[in-house]
């Protein structure tokens, strides 16, 4: 599967449905004509269901397991190696933000259980996946559970990231945009982002190298809100020398 039909994939599992407007303005350079395309190959391979005007996830048809359990099983060696490295910036008594997403979780399965940490999330699946340990303690940023997405949204999640500050904030991404930054899905995500990055020392994106394909959606987030990107090693060349010409680390 080439790396935008892969994409596209995600982003259905992601949502749950989507419409091929929508897509069009995910891939503004790709005529509609091929996404319908796309769309028709990734049906026939079972890898979503088209509908009238777009398409939808095969698991809310099908009503098998959720989006986010299908997500965790793509690209799992990349995400230990991405989580692994995440885990080392960790410092004894930081106090961290780490969103909701199957590479965050990553993460959260790997801090260190001798440190004392404050976690905080809006990830379901961080606050399941963080060691039990009396030195850390994991804090649900209190909103309305979207089950597609194992996260709590809505303004309240918001209101909560306002009264707190983080060393690092670990944040995941649909993709990568050399124009853009690194698209979000959607407005109640983006909006608890800017707020994490906001109240964060410093940022970093956790990212594979299956997310480098050109989406771009009406939010995202902008490199120079970008301290690190940390990924597995599978970069190209040219990505790598574009993140660090904008003073973004990557690991």
Not at 24 to 32: D, K, V
Not at 167 to 172: N, Q
Not at 183 to 211: C, F, Q, W, Y
Request: charged share 20%; aromatic share 4%.
């Amino acid at each position: 599967m080439n790396k935008r039909r892969q994409a596209i994939a995600d982003i259905v599992n992601q949502l749950g449905e989507i419409h091929i407007r929508d897509l069009r303005r995910m891939f503004p350079n790709i005529s509609e004509v091929t996404l319908r395309k796309d769309l028709q190959v990734l049906d026939e391979e079972n890898s979503l269901v088209r509908i009238h005007g777009g398409a939808r996830s095969i698991n809310d048809v099908t009503l098998k397991n959720s989006n986010f359990n299908t997500r965790t099983l793509l690209h799992q060696n990349e995400k230990a190696i991405i989580g692994e490295k995440a885990a080392k910036l960790i410092k004894d008594g930081m106090s961290v933000f780490i969103s909701s997403g199957s590479t965050c979780a990553e993460l959260a399965k790997q801090l260190p259980s001798e440190y004392t940490l404050q976690v905080f999330t809006d990830g379901i699946s961080i606050a399941l996946k963080a060691p039990v340990s009396p030195g850390i303690t994991v804090e649900l940023v209190g909103g309305v559970v979207n089950r597609n997405l194992m996260r709590l949204t809505g303004p309240s999640v918001v209101s909560a990231l306002d009264a707190l500050h983080f060393d690092y904030a670990f944040l995941g991404t649909m993709g990568f945009n050399k124009q853009a930054g690194f698209p979000v899905a959607t407005p109640g995500i983006a909006a608890s982002n800017t707020k994490a990055i906001e109240h964060s020392r410093k940022t970093v994106i956790l990212m594979d190298s299956s997310k480098v394909n050109d989406m771009c959606t009406a939010r995202n987030i902008p490199f120079k809100s970008v301290d690190i990107v940390i990924s597995d090693g599978k970069l190209s060349e040219d990505v790598v020398a574009f993140l660090n010409e904008n003073q973004i680390e990557v690991l």
